[in-house]
């Protein structure tokens, strides 16, 4: 069982930057390939990006893609997203994810990935 507990949410303005963080319980952390996600009110939730298990490969849906960077350090068993040039419609809730894998698939479907945290609220302002 994996315990993962996002923080770092909160409210910024638009252009601005927030850096979230996903902490795992996992003493394999680095056995999985972690993925962000966000909710957003009456939407779906949607693929932000991925990260392989050795910071290797990464992947990312194209509405973040050169504005949001993912990033892990299996020494501390946590994620990161760092987000810039935050955008009304990037208002969401936003997971992290953990699926058990060997070989990095950059995986965007939720149901893929085993383990779920919280949830953290990002808003926007414009």
């Known amino acids: 069982q994996v315990q993962l507990v996002e923080s770092g949410g909160g409210l910024v303005q638009a252009g601005g930057s927030l850096r979230l963080s996903c902490a795992a319980s996992?003493?394999?952390?680095?056995?999985?390939?972690m993925g962000w996600f966000r909710q957003a009110p009456g939407k779906e939730r949607e693929f932000v990006g991925a990260?392989?298990?050795?910071?290797?490969?990464?992947n990312y849906a194209d509405s973040v893609k050169g504005r949001f960077t993912i990033s892990r350090d299996n020494a501390k068993n946590t994620v990161y997203l760092q987000m810039n040039s935050l955008n009304p419609e990037d208002t969401a809730v936003y997971y992290c994810?953990?699926?058990?894998?060997?070989?990095?698939?950059?995986?965007?479907?939720?149901?893929?990935?085993?383990?779920w945290g919280q949830g953290t609220q990002v808003t926007v302002s414009s």
């Open positions: 990260i392989s298990r050795s910071s290797s490969s990464t």
């Open positions: 996992a003493r394999t952390f680095s056995s999985y390939t």
């Open positions: 994810a953990a699926r058990l894998e060997w070989i990095f698939t950059g995986q965007t479907m939720g149901a893929q990935y085993h383990y």
